[in-house]
């Protein structure tokens, strides 16, 4: 799983960087080209909770093939894309389904102990951040050849059929997931204990009979119950957990929204600065995902006083940022925000699915990332409106937002520690 997720955003981001300049070579202006990303961003928002929730029902194998099936097909009419109307056309199934690396997590939820969770998360982060930094520097290359975004959006689409065969090719069979089990185990690496051994593959075992069955059921038994188990999700009592996952997300979007900007303006740096600055953070971040065992070890698998701890640290490097009187400030910062928001974001995953159950994992994760969807609609807007004031007006909303998030933390603290599931209205 971790080798299509380094592949997964490696060709994603491939191809990306070169999209807005190729829409406006066939034409388009700055307002089609900024309504079509926005069609993007908002099917994303939608469609992330149906089909994490659809994994949920008919399983995740056939739910990832599918997504990657058809994110495949999206970029391979990507390109085709010789008109503008192609173009729009080619990011409706890569909106709707391009939701592969949160099914995966899903899977990885499924797979591995609540214990182990933030481990495993931390590098599937890693995996895939590193394919984020290769991908711009090979697309880039690219696209300085003849027909160069043509060829890349090829590549990227062949990308995707490839990590159709690797998912297909894994040991979906519970026996052989159990029996891998047990020989790691003997090896003397990390591995669940016999009696998690057993629980997992009556679990599964379980799983993969209700997801068999669900598989042929029509569509619209499929749909109302995907509806059922949404209704759950809003019903339940996780809203404090999800407001604290948008609070955070709006806070470090507004770190980097002006980013470039502000520097130079603050400072006098080129972008090309700005840049650099923000590949050294993504590294970083692969690093920081890599370092999740140690502390998780460090704070006896307490995933909320991390996040606490986490936040409450990204919110004192922002206000760092905010009030810098050098540019080496900036640097000081973004170097140690770059290992704290890493670390938040994989813990708040974990604590969705520690109190919302692991049985509804898709769902969980699919609606996590409509909130962090909802945050990059109206980030770009506070952000707009805070520098109206001052080019430090964005990390000083930023500052304020995480504020009340780790208030929110602590004023829930009782419910974060508890192991209890919150249960879903539903069951």
């Known amino acids: 799983l971790f080798l299509p997720s380094f592949q997964d955003l490696f060709g994603v981001s491939m191809v990306v960087p070169l999209m807005n300049h190729h829409i406006k070579s066939l034409g388009a202006g700055h307002t089609v080209a900024g309504i079509i990303g926005s069609l993007y961003g908002i099917m994303q928002l939608f469609s992330s909770t149906f089909v994490g929730c659809w994994s949920d029902i008919v ?16 970029y391979f009419l990507l390109g085709t894309s010789t008109t503008v109307f192609v ?22 939820s499924d797979l591995v102990s609540e214990r182990d969770r933030p481990l495993v998360m931390g590098r599937f982060n890693a995996a895939s951040g590193v394919g984020f930094i290769l991908g711009p520097v090979v697309g880039g290359y690219l696209a300085e050849l003849e027909d160069g975004f043509y060829q890349t ?9 490839l990590n159709a065969g690797l998912v297909w090719m894994l040991p979906w069979s519970e026996e052989n997931a159990v029996n891998r089990e047990h020989q790691q185990g003997n090896k003397g690496t990390d591995s669940f204990s016999a009696k998690a051994n057993r629980d997992l593959h009556f ?43 948008l609070l ?52 006896q698998h307490n995933t909320y006083r991390i996040l606490l701890h986490s936040s409450t640290f990204t919110c004192t490097l922002i206000l760092l940022y905010a009030s810098a009187l050098s540019i080496w400030m900036v640097i000081l910062s973004s170097t140690f925000l770059a290992f704290s928001t890493t670390i938040g974001r994989t813990c708040i995953i974990d604590l969705e699915l520690s109190i919302g159950g692991n049985e509804a994992s898709g769902t969980l994760l699919g609606v996590g990332q409509s909130v962090t969807s909802v945050g990059r609609i109206v980030a770009p807007l506070l952000s707009g409106i805070a ?12 500052v304020g937002l995480a504020l009340v998030a780790i208030l929110i933390m602590n004023v829930n603290k009782q419910k974060y520690c508890s192991h209890g599931n919150v249960k879903l209205k539903n069951q």
């Open 203 to 245: 679990k599964s075992a379980a799983n993969g009979a209700m997801a068999s069955r669900s598989l042929f059921w029509s569509p619209w038994i499929q749909v109302a119950t995907v509806l059922k188990r949404i209704k759950g999700i809003a019903c339940s009592d996780l809203w404090d957990i999800f407001l604290v996952r």
């Open 248 to 299: 955070m997300s709006v806070a470090i979007l507004l770190y980097y929204s002006n980013f470039s900007l502000a520097l130079e303006e603050r400072f006098g740096v080129k972008p090309l600065f700005a840049g650099y600055l923000m590949s050294y953070s993504s590294a970083l971040g692969v690093l920081a995902g890599c370092l999740l065992g140690p502390i998780t070890r460090l704070y």
């Open 87 to 108: 173009f729009a056309i080619s990011r409706v199934p890569v909106g709707i389904f391009k939701h592969t690396l949160s099914i995966s997590k899903a899977l990885l």
């Open 387 to 398: 520098q109206e004031f001052s080019p430090c007006g964005p990390p000083s909303l930023a």
């Open 59 to 74: 399983g995740r194998r056939y739910s990832l093939l599918a997504c990657i099936l058809l994110s495949a097909l999206g």
């Open 153 to 161: 959006s090829f590549i990227c689409a062949s990308i995707f059929l």
